[in-house]
């Protein structure tokens, strides 16, 4: 087997179609593809095994891309790969707890902040990282994705796979939520 040779000139170094159009439609979304399966996993080594997951899957479907809406086409990958991942990870069930004895507590059970929790916790507010805990994560993933990841409600919806009414109804009762929250923690109590 010789090894490749340079182009010489006259040659064509203008990438194929399939390259091209990666380049056009997919890698001017890549930060947004970040930021959202940073929010979806709530972890950045495992939104960047998720995103590149995507990329390649992208990749073999861009010939077949219609040039429409890059975006969306990029969101609901992005999504059903998160949705296959879960389904890969989903442990198997036990059908009789008695059979495993004296079952220990799961390894990793109780695990440390990471990273970025612990980043957060140092800029945000004491008082909207709780309430952000305290919520329920389909009104967490919604609330992120809109306020932080600055995905329009056609976006979010798309990448969480909900109708757009979802996601404003969801995002409303989430910020309300957060409000309340953070009013009760800072008001002062009165003594009888």
């Known amino acids: 087997m010789q090894p490749a040779q340079p182009p010489t000139s006259g040659e ?3 990438p194929d179609g399939a390259t091209a159009a990666f380049a056009r439609y997919v890698e001017p979304e890549i930060q947004v593809l970040l930021r959202v399966a940073r929010t979806l996993t709530g ?3 495992n939104a960047e095994d998720l995103v590149q997951e995507t990329l390649i899957r992208a990749f073999r ?3 077949r891309f219609d040039g429409r809406h890059p975006r ?21 069930l036990v059908e009789d707890w008695a059979s495993l004895g004296d079952p220990r507590p799961a390894f990793g059970a109780h695990r440390p902040p990471g990273p970025e929790e612990q980043v957060l916790d140092a800029i945000m507010d004491e ?4 309430a952000l805990r305290d919520l329920d994560p ?5 609330l992120l994705l809109v306020d932080v990841d600055e995905l329009s409600y056609a976006e979010t919806a798309e990448a969480l796979d ?9 995002l409303s009762r989430a ?7 953070i009013r009760e923690a800072t008001t002062p109590r009165r003594t009888p």
Not at 138 to 142: A, C, E, G, K, Y
Not at 175 to 181: A, G, L, T, Y
């Open 12 to 14: 064509s170094t203008a």
């Open 43 to 45: 972890s950045t080594a």
């Open 61 to 63: 479907a861009v010939d």
């Open 72 to 92: 969306s086409w990029l969101l609901t990958i992005l999504r059903r790969t998160h949705l296959n991942l879960l389904r890969r990870k989903r442990p198997d």
């Open 127 to 130: 008082h909207l990282v709780d």
């Open 138 to 142: 389909r009104f967490r993933t919604v």
């Open 162 to 170: 909900i109708p757009i009414g979802t996601v404003m109804s969801r």
């Open 175 to 181: 910020r309300s939520k957060v409000r309340d929250h």
